[in-house]
Each structure stands twice: as structure tokens, then as C-alpha cells.
């Protein structure tokens, strides 16, 4: 079944610890991308990768990195987190040719 | 740029048909999508369509297409309680760095 796994689902962290959101997908896609959900906002791109050790900015990138050590991971990386970074995070893997995303169910980030 | 931009709500009775409209800017766009988010999950896609194509019909869905107003929509006959959720437009240029754009999303509200 294809799959786009995040982990975890829920988070309540403090200001300044470090944390990882895990994403994996079992699909062979080269391109992997994390978004961020808020509120009348719409889905915003923090980073993508077009393939093993290539990734790029997205729209809003401060505050985030990223690695992508292996097709299959693409984990996103809060050095310091913000309040600001409290939100809705989706990791994506789409499929070549760009016909379709595949999303993994969510990780809500709280802040405080 | 690119920019994608929907209204934020529509409510309908049960039965009846919605139309959830969508305006983008970058007149390259290859394929469309429509994807539907239900509450506590990712996004899934429901249909696509590709930008040659003026109309495309699905069972309960319909999309049109006016590549000259770059209006998308998505008519969803008799609608029903489950088809509750927010619904995104998103518009793919190809390959890089902006592999999909998503639009704020549209809430769609049936009532009984």
C-alpha cells in the first residue's frame, strides 16, 4: 500500500528545544516536500528534495532544515523552535511527472 | 508569481450541488488538482485535470477548466453529509522547485 508515514502525530514542545518530525514514504518517489497548514493560509512549502542529498528553500523556510540522507526519509528539522512555528506540518511525496501528491496524515506542532 | 486563491467557505444542503471556484495566476500550470482534507487527515487527492483538457467528469465530480480567466471549479452533484471537509486547488508548472502550488482552501459545510 503506498505510504507516507510522519511521526508523531502530536507534539507539545517548549521554546529552544530541539526536535525532529520523521518522514517516510515507500513509494520510490524522488520528490519529497514538508509543508506547513495555518489557518486561511493554505498548505506553504518550508522545503523540498528532488532527489537523495538534493533540497532546496521553499516559501518559508526560516527556522527549519532538512536532510535527505536516503530516498525513502526526509526528515524536518526544528533547531530552536518559535511559537511561531506552532502549526500543522504535512510531508508529501509526489509522484514523477507531478500527477499526484501522496500526504502522510499530519504532525500538529504546539510551541510554547 | 504564482498564486492560487479560493473563498474560504460554502455551505449547501444535502441533495443539492456545490461549486467550489478557483482562480490562478501562472498561465504555464500543466495539470490542476483538486484535493479534499477530512478533518484530522492529510490531504487526498480527488481528481486532476490536465490543462489541454477543458472538462473533466468523474462520477459526482465535475471540473471545468477556462484557461483564459485561469478559473478552475469543482461541482460535486447531490451533495451529501460526508463530502464535509475542506477542499484545495493546487496547480502544478512541472518539474522543480514549485511542484505544486495550493490554493487556502475552500470549507465545504452539508447540512442535513
Known amino acids: 500500500e503506498a505510504q507516507v508515514t510522519q511521526n508523531p502525530r502530536y507534539l507539545i514542545t517548549v521554546t529552544g528545544k530541539k526536535l525532529t518530525v520523521t518522514c517516510s514514504q515507500n513509494?520510490?518517489?524522488?520528490?519529497m516536500s514538508w509543508y506547513r497548514q495555518d489557518p486561511g493560509l493554505g498548505l506553504r512549502q518550508i522545503y523540498y528534495s528532488m532527489n537523495v542529498e538534493v533540497t532546496d528553500k521553499g516559501d518559508v523556510p526560516e527556522g527549519y532544515k532538512v536532510s535527505r540522507k536516503e530516498k525513502r526519509n526526509f526528515p524536518l528539522i526544528l533547531e530552536s523552535p518559535s511559537p511561531n512555528q506552532t502549526s500543522l506540518y504535512f510531508c508529501?511525496?509526489?509522484?514523477?511527472?507531478?500527477?499526484?501528491?501522496?500526504f502522510g496524515q499530519g504532525t500538529r506542532l504546539t510551541v510554547v | 508569481g504564482e498564486d492560487v486563491e479560493q473563498s474560504l467557505f460554502l455551505s449547501v444542503r444535502e441533495g443539492d450541488s456545490s461549486v467550489i471556484n478557483c482562480t490562478y495566476t501562472?498561465?504555464?500550470?500543466?495539470?490542476l488538482y483538486w484535493y479534499k482534507q477530512e478533518p484530522g487527515a492529510g490531504l487526498q487527492l480527488l481528481t486532476y485535470?490536465?490543462?489541454?483538457?477543458d472538462m473533466k467528469q468523474d462520477q459526482r465530480l465535475t471540473v471545468l477548466l477556462n484557461k483564459k480567466d485561469k478559473h478552475l471549479s469543482l461541482r460535486i452533484a447531490d451533495t451529501q453529509t460526508g463530502d464535509s471537509a475542506i477542499y484545495f486547488c493546487?496547480?502544478?508548472?512541472?518539474?522543480?522547485?514549485?511542484?505544486?502550488?495550493f490554493g487556502s482552501g475552500t470549507r465545504l459545510q452539508v447540512q442535513p
Open positions: 508529501a511525496s509526489i509522484s514523477g511527472g507531478n500527477t499526484e501528491a501522496f
Open positions: 513509494m520510490n518517489h524522488e520528490y
Open positions: 493546487a496547480e502544478s508548472i512541472g518539474t522543480g522547485r514549485r511542484a505544486l502550488t
Open positions: 501562472d498561465s504555464s500550470s500543466t495539470y
Open positions: 485535470i490536465f490543462s489541454n483538457m
